[in-house]
């Protein structure tokens, strides 16, 4: 049983950032912003504020889109004009202010939205494939998406880096691309969501050339030690997909990853624990064929996370939901306090 978290609370260089800590805020969006403007208000100060306060070592933001088709729930904030930016401005000045470090989550939920979400235009995807269920705090089904074209591709990818620009503009120090959980550029990776026969189609290779090319923008604009990618099998419209084959699909991504130089990069899972293949979890997979930095997300607790940095598994360790209910969670672990339970109603209505 881990009973010292020395692995945990250890200062790093990660990229570009001297991390006070190896832990991370994971990214958990909250929709409080302005649902007309995609503006943050001093509540979001605060927010990040006291997290920053707690020793994080590193925050990412929940995901902030890059344009308005890229919307996909009410109250999401925005990173595309000049208001979204200067709203920013003030989180990233109290999180310094603090001594953290804070990277913008960057996002484009494709066809996981609704023509009210996206200013009366059909969401936008790789295929014209309507995703399973309903909007999340939307309650409406997801709409059948408008198949982009190469036009469209070149446009958002061009969103993608004006987005980590203006993310630099605002404060931050970097970026994370969402890459994961069946938003647009999982839809590019995905057979289930990609049935294109032009370069953006084919096998999972070739399938993964959006995500590539999102990626050589982005670092093109802010520079390789900002930028973090997320990936997962995970898809919100289909909990239960897993890869086929899982090292296989790690092996492709790996080899995609290392095509565009990125060197941070952040595989999501629901279940850290969870054996994929071999007996080796998602984490011990990608760690076998990838020796950059990578950041672990899934459930972990203290004690889990600290195994994994301690057994190179992992860099960075990220945690959610005990962020949101305890902004002073990392107090609790050095003062040996038992956090407050996460409770997913009362969170939902209250910045804390």
């Known amino acids: 049983m881990v009973t010292t978290f020395d692995k945990l609370f250890e200062p790093v260089r990660i990229g570009a950032w ?13 929709c409080f912003a302005d649902d007309k403007t995609g503006v943050v208000g001093p509540h979001v100060v605060e927010y990040y504020r006291k997290r ?3 020793g994080i ?50 996002w484009h939920v494709g066809r996981a939205s609704h023509h009210e979400l996206t200013g009366g235009l059909p969401p936008q995807s790789a295929s014209a494939i309507r995703a399973e269920g309903f909007v999340p705090r939307f309650r409406k089904p997801y709409d059948t998406p408008e198949e982009m074209t190469q ?45 294109r026969s032009d370069a953006y189609g084919g ?25 973090l990618i997320r990936f997962s099998a ?21 080899d995609a990853f290392r095509e565009t130089g990125v060197t941070m990069i952040h595989p999501s ?27 672990g997300v899934g459930g972990l607790d203290t004690e889990t996370a600290e195994t994994a940095l301690r057994e190179g598994i992992i860099d960075l360790a990220a945690f959610g939901r005990p962020l949101i209910a305890n902004p002073d969670y990392l107090s609790k672990v050095k003062k040996g306090e038992p956090p407050l339970p996460y409770n997913a109603k009362q969170q939902l209505a209250t910045l804390v």
């Not at 096998?203 to 995500?211: E, H, N, S, V």
């Not at 898809?235 to 296989?248: A, F, R, S």
């Open 57 to 106: 070592g590193l925050i990412i933001t929940e995901g902030i889109v890059i344009s308005p088709r890229a919307k996909g729930n009410p109250g999401v904030p925005g990173l595309y004009t000049k208001e979204q930016v200067e709203s920013w401005k003030p989180v990233t000045e109290a999180v310094h202010k603090e001594g953290g470090t804070i990277i913008a989550q960057i």
């Open 269 to 295: 899972t629901m279940d850290f624990g969870q054996v994929l293949a071999d007996g080796q979890t998602m984490h011990q997979l990608v760690r076998k064929h990838w020796d950059g930095i990578m950041v």
């Open 18 to 30: 001297n991390l006070r800590t190896r832990t991370v805020m994971a990214p958990m969006t909250r």
């Open 151 to 195: 036009e469209d591709i070149r446009e958002v990818v061009a969103q993608y880096a004006q987005a980590a620009k203006n993310a630099i503009e605002a404060g931050f120090d970097g970026v994370e691309i969402h890459g994961a959980h069946g938003y647009l550029i999982d839809q590019f990776n995905s057979d289930v969501s990609n049935r």
């Open 203 to 227: 096998d999972l290779a070739q399938r993964l050339t959006f995500m590539k090319e999102v990626l050589t923008a982005v670092i093109d604009s802010v520079g390789v030690d900002r930028t």
């Open 234 to 254: 995970l898809k919100i419209d289909n909990l239960d997909y897993m890869w086929e084959d899982p090292e296989k699909a790690i092996q492709t991504f790996v």
């Open 52 to 54: 920053a306060v707690d």
